[in-house]
C-alpha cells in the first residue's frame, strides 16, 4: 500500500516522502527513487516528530494530504504521529488519512475516541480510507494521465465521528 501511495501522489503531480528506512527497500523493490529530498524541505515543523509518517504528499512549502497505512500495526502509532504533525505544524489544513482493509475500520473509530485525540481534535481531521476504496481509485486512474489528486482521495474516504 505504500508503494502504491506513493506511486499515485508522483502520477498526481505531488512530491513524496516516505521515512528514510522505507525509501532504501522501495528504491530497491521498486526501483523508485523520486522522494522529496527531506520532509521538512520548506516546511517550519521539527521533523523529528513527524518523519516517519507513511506517506506524504507535498509541494515545496506544504503539505498536501498525510497518510498512515495499518494493516497489523497499532492504528494509535499512526494517530499519534498526525497528533504530533497537528501539534508541530498547527495550522493544520490538509487531510491526513488512517488507510486500513475494510475489517479495522471500527478500530480505528475506536481510537479516535481516545480523550487525547478527540481534545487535540484529530478525530475530526482524520479520515479513514480503506484498502478496497484505495484500490478502487488505483484502477480507475491506472492509465490516466491527469484527474488524480488529493480531493479524489477525501471523496472515496470517510469521516468517523467518533
Avoid at 479516535?112 to 478496497?132: D, N, Q, T, W
Avoid at 484502477?139 to 465521528?161: C, H, N, Q, T
Amino acid at each position: 500500500m505504500q508503494w502504491l501511495l506513493l506511486k499515485m501522489g508522483r502520477q498526481a503531480g505531488e512530491k513524496v516522502w516516505a521515512p528514510k528506512n522505507d525509501q532504501q527497500r522501495i528504491t530497491a523493490e521498486y526501483k523508485f527513487d523520486d522522494f522529496a529530498e527531506t520532509f521538512t524541505a520548506g516546511l517550519d515543523t521539527q521533523a523529528k516528530y513527524v518523519e516517519n509518517i507513511d506517506v506524504v504528499w507535498k509541494e515545496e512549502f506544504r503539505i498536501d494530504a498525510a497518510f498512515e497505512i495499518e494493516n497489523s500495526t497499532s492504528i494509535y502509532s499512526g494517530l499519534l504521529r498526525f497528533a504530533d504533525l497537528t501539534m508541530v505544524a498547527p495550522n493544520t489544513v490538509y487531510p491526513m488519512f488512517i488507510v486500513a482493509p475494510g475489517e479495522r475500520r471500527n478500530r480505528v473509530r475506536e481510537q479516535l475516541a481516545r480523550p487525547s485525540f478527540r481534545y487535540l481534535g484529530i478525530h475530526e481531521k482524520v479520515r479513514y480510507l480503506s484498502y478496497e476504496k484505495l484500490n478502487e481509485i488505483e484502477k480507475f486512474f491506472d492509465e490516466a494521465k491527469s484527474g488524480l489528486s488529493v480531493e479524489v482521495f477525501v471523496g472515496k474516504s470517510e469521516s468517523l465521528p467518533a
